[in-house]
């Protein structure tokens, strides 16, 4: 049987030499099977990287011109040849997606922290906030393979090839031999194989969750550090400092930064009331696109990385004050590695990810009692959900102003051809920034309430992309409004910042040094040339994946 089976595919070879259509016909199978390979591969890499991960693929589809002298072997054959194309397309797909919504790789700190810390609610709910991107992504994975299975299929349906291997064929045969075995001899090339790239990216992810649960350690020698360090207060310290940090706040929205909605009258009219006491920072900017890394970056003063590394809150308390970490966030990575760092935790949401209805106003009375608390010094921080998607969910049922809105900024996104959904996402977004303006607001009412020196201070994590430049909502590290953020400082004793810094640049990752500044706090790790509030200030563009004119 075995001898008849290849006779019959030297018959057929020697049918294809005499007809060259014949040979098309015996070539396409294989064409097919490489386009399917090639179209991922350029959806999913970029620059030379397409080409060295084209070459790890050689082997899932070349070997396809081997006979096997069995219909057994050979079915084991396509079927392999299909798992291990199958592996390539997958993995393109996932990379083109990432890439076109986040410009991002899916071994980045955004990407595997995100993961690390996502629950299967959670991951619905992202399904639901990018069903659009993740459908066309589908699609494209969905049409490879059907190329793929085509081509197996008429693989299958055709006579196998006689090996012929003489001269020239043998030195083209041993060339790519060669070139496919240094390709997997070379780590740099061999780690993104996808057989070998995503169950390193799975062990990573279990790394990081692990290093979260490790956090006990990790914040005993936190502490341990600052105290070391031996930092003291300034006679121009003051009594208590409230830090509100809100969620995918965009500057762009606050009518007090130029909006053309009235998404903020209440901070304004602080703003008119309170005069230079209010400062309010016009180009303010978050190096990160996502919430973890931005904290990560303010908190452990733009060097999460580092060593020998200093986190803010440790610093704080090492330096006298009470420390205070009152969050409307469901988030186990920021609980673990920022809250339980502070003397007194209160996290009041319940429920993890977009799904969340809770509202910020419940930080309120939270923050009215630490306010009170009788220590002498005191840090707050009150974490807000603040425009987290989904946006309709970040206001009171009911409180949506701008719904269904014809107004200029529905007249300027139509003449952009942003669609129907976008302009209504735009919508709810402005009501959402309506509401968290009163909340905000009132954080601010109830520190200049408060006995004593009161320092207050409200920024955001990152921006957030709603149609300002792309037909997209949401986190956004391709355009610039992921990362433009709100600053606003304001003191019961004086400017807190200097009449200059008002108008400059400010990175989110060096905002640390300036809180230590604003905390009183005179410590080695001070570095004047990034802190803002000090006139020895230097600006320095950050390197970010996007170009961006900081002084917008």
């Known amino acids: 049987m075995h001898s008849s089976v ?76 299909f798992g291990l194309c199958l592996g390539f397309v997958l993995d393109g797909a996932l990379r083109g997606f990432l890439m076109s919504a986040y410009d991002t790789l899916p071994n980045s700190a955004m990407v595997l922290s995100a993961v690390a810390n996502t629950t299967g609610g959670e991951s619905m709910e992202f399904v639901n906030m990018c069903w659009r991107d993740l459908l066309a992504w589908a699609g ?6 059907a190329v793929l299975g085509a081509g197996l299929f008429a693989w299958w349906r055709s006579p196998p090839a006689a090996p012929r291997l003489r001269g020239p064929a043998i030195a083209v045969a041993l060339l790519i031999a060669i070139l496919v075995l240094s390709a997997f001899v070379s780590n740099p090339w061999r780690r993104h194989h996808p057989f070998a790239f995503w169950p390193h990216w799975v062990q990573d992810v279990r790394d990081l969750r692990q290093q979260w649960a490790d956090f006990d350690r990790q914040r005993a020698q936190l502490l341990s550090s600052a105290a070391a360090i031996g930092p003291t207060l300034s006679g121009a310290s003051p009594d208590t400092l409230v830090l509100v940090i809100s969620e995918s706040m965009n500057r762009s929205n606050l009518s007090n930064y ?81 809250a339980r760092l502070a003397d007194e ?3 009041l949401n319940n429920t993890p990810g977009r799904a969340s209805r809770a509202l910020d106003e419940q930080l309120l009375p939270a923050t009215r009692a630490a306010l009170a608390d009788p220590a002498p010094r005191k840090l707050i921080v009150l974490h807000m959900l603040g425009l987290h998607p989904h946006y309709r969910m970040r206001h009171p049922d009911g409180l949506d102003p701008f719904a269904h809105a014809a107004d200029r900024v529905d007249a300027r996104m139509r003449s952009e051809g942003r669609p129907a959904w976008l302009r209504e996402l735009r919508n709810d977004y402005d009501s959402a920034v309506r509401y968290h303006d009163s909340t905000v607001a009132a954080t601010l009412d109830l520190a200049r309430a408060a006995a004593g020196r009161q320092t207050w201070v409200f920024l955001s994590d990152h921006g957030q992309e709603v149609g300002h430049t792309r037909d997209r909502a949401g986190h956004s590290a391709t355009t610039p409004d992921g990362y433009r953020i709100p600053l606003m400082l304001w003191s019961s004793f004086g400017a807190p910042a200097p009449s200059q810094a008002v108008g400059m640049p400010v990175r989110g990752d060096w905002f640390g040094f300036s809180l230590a500044h604003l905390l009183g706090i005179e410590w080695r790790g001070a570095q004047a040339h990034r802190d803002v509030l000090d006139r020895r200030y230097r600006w320095q563009a950050p390197n970010l994946p996007v170009t961006i004119d900081f002084g917008t």
């Open 6 to 81: 290849y006779e019959r595919a030297r018959l057929a070879q020697a049918a294809l030499v005499a007809h060259p259509a014949l040979a098309l016909r015996r070539a396409l199978p294989l064409l097919l099977i490489c386009a399917a390979l090639l179209g991922a591969i350029l959806a999913g890499h970029e620059g030379t990287r397409r080409w060295q991960v084209l070459v790890l693929a050689v082997p899932a589809w070349a070997w396809l011109w081997w006979p096997m002298r069995t219909r057994a072997r050979r079915l084991a054959q396509g079927l392999l040849c």
């Open 140 to 145: 494209f994975a969905l049409l490879c393979v």
């Open 258 to 338: 130029g909006y053309a909605r009235q998404t903020s009258p209440q901070l304004l009219e602080r703003e008119r009331t309170l005069g230079g006491q209010l400062q309010v920072f016009r180009h303010a900017w978050s190096v990160n696109a996502s919430t973890v890394p931005a904290l990560r970056n303010l908190f452990y003063f733009g060097s999460p990385e580092a060593k020998e590394r200093t986190h803010l809150l440790a610093l704080a308390r090492a330096a006298g004050y009470r420390t205070f970490w009152i969050s409307n966030h469901n988030d186990l990575a920021i609980e673990q590695e920022h």
């Open 345 to 347: 935790v209160h996290l």
